[in-house]
């Protein structure tokens, strides 16, 4: 296979200042709606990076569990890799690749834990068996088999079957708030619209348009 063969012509849509929400998480909310809508799979999913004290950088895909002009929220194990280098550098970046749209939504900002309250709410709403999944993996931490999992899963199963299933002390969510976010939407010939929205204040965003 000639992998420099494989190409796509991008001719499903275009981005202009005048369609333009002036605030990114308004736009933002607009193509995520109609990500939704086209029923592109895992629509809420995102790649998030982190960055080691070593400088390397690391990639995963989450889930984006909401959003608001305070930013964007997923959630995660705290003594996970990803948790350990946010804390020791929070500053992060997202990418929603909604490849059968031909666009894609970058944002780069700063991650910090959010309430217990807020966390306890969003776990609650879990099915039981994420709850109970919740408290089973050691995130990131190195295991010799699944089976380890599986024991202490079953084990798990039968401590919390009379009730519910409380909220790890480990667990919880991070808001990512928003320095920068660019909405790339593909277009024919590689001459992609893109757009960055730039943080002015807590309020104000400048917008430019930037060459493909």
């Given at each position: 296979?000639?992998?420099?063969?494989?190409?796509?012509?991008?001719?499903?849509a275009?981005?202009?200042?005048e369609?333009?929400?002036?605030?990114?998480?308004?736009?933002?909310?607009?193509?995520?709606?109609?990500?939704?809508?086209?029923?592109?799979?895992?629509a809420?999913?995102?790649?998030?990076?982190?960055?080691?004290?070593?400088?390397?950088?690391?990639?995963?895909?989450?889930?984006?569990?909401?959003?608001?002009?305070?930013?964007?929220?997923?959630?995660?194990?705290?003594?996970?890799?990803?948790?350990?280098?946010?804390?020791?550098n929070?500053?992060?970046?997202?990418?929603?690749?909604?490849?059968?749209?031909?666009?894609?939504?970058?944002?780069?900002?700063?991650?910090?834990?959010?309430?217990?309250?807020?966390?306890?709410?969003?776990?609650?709403?879990?099915?039981?068996?994420?709850?109970?999944?919740?408290?089973?993996?050691?995130?990131?931490?190195?295991?010799?088999?699944?089976?380890?999992?599986?024991?202490k899963l079953?084990?798990?199963?039968?401590?919390?079957?009379?009730?519910?299933?409380?909220?790890?002390?480990f667990?919880?969510?991070?808001?990512?708030?928003?320095?920068?976010?660019?909405?790339?939407?593909?277009?024919?010939?590689?001459?992609?619209?893109?757009?960055?929205?730039s943080?002015?204040?807590?309020?104000?965003?400048?917008?430019?348009?930037?060459?493909?």
């Amino acid at each position: 296979m000639d992998i420099g063969e494989l190409r796509r012509h991008y001719t499903q849509a275009e981005l202009n200042e005048e369609s333009l929400k002036a605030d990114p998480v308004e736009q933002f909310e607009c193509w995520f709606k109609e990500a939704c809508d086209a029923e592109v799979t895992e629509a809420n999913a995102m790649v998030l990076s982190t960055v080691a004290a070593d400088g390397q950088p690391t990639s995963r895909t989450v889930l984006l569990k909401s959003f608001d002009r305070a930013g964007f929220v997923f959630f995660t194990n705290y003594g996970s890799r990803k948790a350990r280098e946010i804390e020791a550098n929070a500053k992060v970046s997202l990418l929603f690749p909604w490849y059968a749209l031909e666009r894609q939504t970058t944002v780069t900002g700063t991650a910090a834990r959010i309430s217990s309250a807020e966390s306890l709410k969003y776990f609650l709403s879990r099915p039981r068996g994420s709850q109970i999944g919740a408290w089973v993996s050691a995130q990131s931490e190195v295991i010799t088999a699944r089976s380890l999992l599986e024991t202490k899963l079953d084990e798990l199963k039968r401590k919390f079957a009379k009730g519910e299933v409380p909220l790890p002390s480990f667990w919880g969510g991070y808001r990512v708030t928003p320095a920068t976010v660019e909405f790339w939407q593909g277009r024919p010939d590689r001459l992609h619209d893109r757009f960055l929205y730039s943080r002015t204040d807590e309020r104000d965003w400048k917008i430019e348009r930037l060459a493909p």
